[in-house]
């Protein structure tokens, strides 16, 4: 692979992890039309880092507050001092919980799931039926825009669960995971600022874990390669993963979230023509 077809698969990820049109559905097809045939796991894996840095530099406030929570919840426990209540009374401890809870079912389906990747990684057949049902998820969720701190107060676990269930099944290339996690965020009732706030802090866990386990999977058979090519689409992805997650939070807040839909319908209507050529 060319540094410029690095370049171009890092920007590619970096837009799309977080725009809802399906990071995993462009990778594959920018793959397949770039006519990269040689294994791309270790690029795969630096420039998923990339992204998953921006979200980190995005939510560092929130996180900092999290983990000081847990950190003073464990504390509590370890000296047999009365620590359960504070799941309700601090937020940011709940909040930290229900991310636990949601990265459960993400990480049962992940691992399902990757035992049919060699399918669903190679099909735009799949990419184009999956990019129209996640056009249609955001075109769907137009009606579900909550005012703010509409039914936070009911963030529990069952609506955490549903929302780590739709993450897990966003593994398939072409539904895009924070289209359908924001979505089903607003679905489940909440304000679109939260919905989208849950999303990228669930996401954190769930392409940590996912990167860990194929680093292993490399390590143990070709071995991680660090090269120019690796190196300019990580740093490709990091820039304009930050640049996108900052404008779809923007465009969420002013509930201009659905208007990803059309794209979703050409993308994966093209797709799906691709194979009848």
């Known amino acids: ?69 847990m950190a003073g919840f464990t504390v509590r426990l370890l000296r047999r001092q009365p620590a359960f209540h504070l799941l309700k009374e601090d937020p940011n401890l709940k909040m930290a919980w229900l991310i636990i809870i949601g990265s459960v079912p993400t990480a049962l389906i992940g691992l399902a799931l990757k035992k049919v990747e060699h399918i669903l990684f190679t099909s735009s057949l799949i990419v184009g039926f999956m990019l129209i049902l996640t056009g249609t998820v955001l075109w769907v969720s137009r009606h579900f825009y909550h005012d703010p701190g509409a039914h936070d107060s009911r963030f529990d676990a069952k609506r955490a669960l549903f929302i780590g269930i739709i993450q897990g099944l966003a593994v398939i290339p072409g539904i895009s995971r924070s289209g359908s996690t924001i979505a089903a965020g607003m679905f489940a009732g909440f304000d679109r600022s939260m919905a989208a706030k849950f999303s990228f802090l669930l996401s954190i866990p769930a392409i940590l874990g996912a990167q860990i386990l194929s680093i292993k999977e490399t390590l143990n058979t070709t071995g991680l390669s660090i090269d120019p090519v690796t190196v300019c689409g990580t740093i490709a992805s990091f820039l304009t993963g930050l640049g996108a997650l900052t404008l779809l939070l923007k465009l969420v807040h002013r509930g201009k979230f659905h208007l990803f839909a059309p794209y979703c319908w050409l993308a994966g209507t093209l797709a799906l023509a691709a194979n009848l050529i």
Do not use: N
């Open 1 to 69: 692979m060319e540094i410029y077809q690095g370049i171009i698969l890092g920007i590619l990820q970096g837009l799309t992890e977080f725009l809802p049109v399906s990071s995993s559905g462009h990778l594959v097809l920018g793959q397949l039309y770039l006519g990269i045939k040689e294994s791309m796991l270790s690029f795969d894996i630096s420039v998923h880092m990339g992204t998953l840095a921006a979200v980190l530099v995005v939510y560092f406030s929130d996180i900092r507050t999290m983990v000081r929570s």
